[in-house]
Structures are given as C-alpha cells and as structure tokens.
C-alpha cells in the first residue's frame, strides 16, 4: 500500500476519534454510549456502542481505535481486541507518528 494513502487513513481514524471525544450523553439505562465508528474508510457513518469503561481503555493508546467489527484494514493497522459491538485496532509504526501526535489527549508540550 502506498505511504500517501496509509497517512490518509491514519488522518481519518484520528479525525473521528476528535469527534468521539465530545461524546458525553449515555444513550439508555444500559450505560453505552454511541461513537462514530474510528475507522480510516471514506464515508463510513455507522456507530459503535461501548460503555465509557471501554471507551476509555481504547484511549489509553494512542495508535488504538475503536472501529465496527469488519471495518479494520489489515495493511495499516492490526486487530487487538474483539467485542460484540466493536473492535479494538492498533495503528502500524509507520503511521504511529500521525496518531500519536494528533492525540487530543497527548500532554501540551512547553
């Protein structure tokens, strides 16, 4: 795959994950809460369900993204985890430095 076209899907994935992190409301009485699906495909609308639990364990790495089970791209990134309602991808280093520094909840720097 082409160094051009893994960058792309690395921006996308980190552009939804700037949206989820807005996320706040709970949806229902089961405690999950609806995210946008984080992966790097063009178009993809469709939402995840987790718990804010979950939701918080994927953002403990910055080259992690939740993504709806089917969405990962195996030239990009791996699969690291598999729920019901979503899986937990990591991004290959080579895009690592994409991900990582666009992490909003990367520490400011001096």
Do not use: W
């Not at 939402?47 to 910055?62: F, K, N, Q, S």
């Not at 992490?103 to 720097?109: F, V």
């Amino acid at each position: 795959m082409e160094e051009q076209r893994k960058r792309r899907i690395a921006m996308n994935e980190a552009t939804f994950r700037r949206i989820n992190e807005g996320v706040r409301v709970v949806d229902g009485a089961d405690g999950l809460i609806s995210f946008v699906c984080e992966c790097g495909r063009l178009g993809c609308n469709q939402l995840i369900r987790l718990d804010r639990r979950g939701y918080e364990a994927v953002r403990e790495d910055p080259r992690r993204f939740a993504v709806v089970p089917g969405h990962e791209i195996p030239e990009v990134e791996d699969v690291v985890e598999r729920h019901e309602e979503y899986t937990v991808i990591e991004k290959h280093a080579d895009t690592a430095d994409i991900v990582e520094s666009s992490d909003p909840r990367r520490p400011l720097e001096d």
